[in-house]
């Protein structure tokens, strides 16, 4: 395996550039490492999928890029750069000036993002106050994205408030205003996880066919592997802070090669065929992210740990053209050296 200096497997034409972030939370039983080494790209017009159990950094590292940390963050080394200029140096003004226009996000809960006692009409066209276009043309767009993503009647609905609106509906609303801007790069964390799995099924197929109308790029977190493997071309595989492993869906689904990316795989719902009352989950919990860690940060819990993964963080090695890991075991020439 060829050790890897650039830590992440698809470089070219990026939109999205995540190199060596490190990011800490002050708690008061010390620095919680919630980010730890991460690189990751997002290629414009491609979806990246961010995959890992509950606790692994996936919403932080999506608040990371949009900006929208609590107090008790402090990134503390790293880049983000977004269509070339770093994110982390930005001014807030001019950080302002990105969002809504160039990146948009969509969250689970789709009131995050609605103001409870504005109407949808009002919300629709404040969004879009970049856009030099009258008033009636501004609701005009609006109207003809809440048709797109399935609000029926959409020339009476835009009146009504949040509230007059399904959980589901909501959440179409929400992706119709994060799309209306065309964003270059669209952050979804977990856009679909409140929602039953008939709805998750249609807001999908929604996403991937504006995605691609627009041509824009989405950064999507989820839990489910299922919706990760219809949605994305590439996945990143975090695990306590750290991307694990990244490459091609289709890599990554068919020949994993980090220990914990096989083992989510095995646990996944969607691949165990026979019924079974008690789904399997990964043996061990996820450690602490207090304090300084050596060696492996998954060693707990690998079943094929040896003594280096005791002492050595392993370093990022390729494993195929657009595949990385981050896995002593990848080092062979060394291993059998050693
Ligand atoms: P989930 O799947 O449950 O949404 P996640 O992968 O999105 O999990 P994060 O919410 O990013 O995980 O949390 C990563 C780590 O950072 C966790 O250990 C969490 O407890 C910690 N964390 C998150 N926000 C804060 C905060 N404001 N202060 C202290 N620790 C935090
Ligand atoms: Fe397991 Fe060692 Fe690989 Fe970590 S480095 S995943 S402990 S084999
Ligand atoms: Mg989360």
Redesign the pocket.
């Known amino acids: 395996m060829r050790r890897h200096d650039q830590t992440t497997p698809m470089s070219d034409c990026s939109l999205l550039e995540i190199r060596g972030l490190n990011l800490d939370?002050g708690?008061p039983r010390g620095r919680?490492h919630?980010l730890r080494n991460v690189s990751l790209d997002v290629p414009a017009g491609r979806v990246v999928g961010i995959v890992?159990e509950?606790?692994?950094?996936?919403?932080?590292l999506a608040y990371t890029v949009m900006g929208l940390l609590?107090e008790?963050?402090e990134v503390t080394d790293g880049s983000i750069l977004f269509e070339g200029r770093d994110l982390l140096t930005l001014s807030s003004q001019a950080r302002r000036g990105l969002m809504g226009d160039r990146l948009s996000m969509i969250f689970q809960d789709p009131m995050t993002a609605l103001n409870p006692v504005r109407t949808i009409e009002n919300q629709m066209i404040d969004i879009q106050h970049h856009e030099q276009r009258s008033r009636s043309d501004k609701r005009a767009r609006a109207i003809d994205m809440l048709k797109r993503v399935g609000i029926p009647d959409p020339q009476s609905r835009i009146t009504n408030h949040p509230h007059q609106f399904s959980g589901g509906m909501r959440q179409r609303i929400c992706i119709a205003m994060a799309l209306l801007v065309k964003p270059a790069l669209l952050i979804a964390d977990?856009p679909t996880t409140a929602l039953d799995a008939t709805l998750e099924v249609q807001i999908i197929h929604l996403l991937k066919d504006l995605q691609r109308e627009i041509g824009c790029s989405i950064l999507f977190?989820s839990?489910h592997l299922g919706v990760v493997a219809e949605l994305c071309d590439h996945v990143a595989v975090?695990y306590a802070?750290e991307v694990v492993e990244q490459g091609a869906v289709r890599d990554i689904f068919h020949n994993p090669a980090h220990p914990y990316t096989r083992a989510l795989l095995e646990c996944d719902p969607g691949r165990i065929r026979q019924r079974t009352r008690n789904l399997p989950t990964i043996p061990g919990e996820v450690p602490s992210?207090l304090g300084n860690k050596k060696g492996c940060i998954f060693r707990p819990r690998c079943p094929h740990a040896f003594d280096r993964c005791v002492q050595e963080t392993p370093v990022v090695y390729s494993v195929g053209a657009d595949q990385v890991a981050r896995c002593h075991l990848l080092d062979r020439p060394r291993m059998v050296a050693a």
């Not at 509950?54 to 932080?60: A, E, N, P, V």
Request: hydrophobic share 35%.
């Open positions: 939370f708690t919680v919630a890992g509950s606790g692994s950094g996936k919403s932080t609590p008790n963050a977990e977190v839990h975090m802070g992210l």
